[in-house]
């Protein structure tokens, strides 16, 4: 396994930010959740931890931080650090009705793409996306892997409302907003269940370095899903990927 090169900054009276090298791979996110698992062992439980694509950042609201100190410290645990360690990732299946209702840049894509609309999302459908990162709104994951063939730029003027569930593309990724919201990603689906609910112990189910696969469902399944989904007995299947 390797050890990435890491710079660190503070980030704030209570927040330093540990930075890998500039670059979308997985064996960098990788090397990332590694170090942040180790660090969850070796370290007091004041901190809290928020990984991203090359970034880390460390949060601890009950100290004010000696960052010469705490730099010095980061970079022998790092070098240091036990290579093994990692949290337990998965793989979700989650549904997405792919209906025009629904994905209303469909036609326009396919158009873009120069590809029919049922070879967009069997493209869309038929690949695992890894999970680089959680924010812009509570649980929305940016889902990278995205094939090269869906690459596609961000809409020229964003939307004012985008609907909860919808799954969009934009760039280099693909993901679902947790919640309406105004956004400029193009849409092409939705997803019936929820993916953030914060009357849940663990609002967002999902963890950076799980993995993704989109399965494309039917209206009649969807509108089942919907209702699972509201009432809180939809379970989505997840596959162990690192046992």
Partial sequence: MNKYPITIKPFGENAVLIEWPNKVE???LDDILRFQ???QLEIENDWEFIPAYNSLTLINLKTKIDFSTIEKQLLKMH???DSTSKRQ???????VCYDLEFGIDLEELSKELKMSIEELIKMH???EYIVYGIGFLPG???LGGLPKSLETQRKSEPRL???KGAVGLAGKQTGIYPQESPGGWNIIGNCPIPVFNLKSEEPCFVSVGDKIKFEAIPRAEYELHKIEGEVGIYTPEKIVLNA
């Fill in 125 to 127: 459908s038929s690949h």
């Fill in 161 to 163: 409302k985008v609907e």
């Fill in 89 to 95: 990732n998965y793989l979700w299946k989650l549904p």
């Fill in 26 to 28: 997985e064996v960098i």
């Fill in 37 to 39: 698992a180790f660090l």
């Fill in 140 to 142: 929305f994951m940016y």
């Fill in 79 to 81: 070098k240091d650090s």
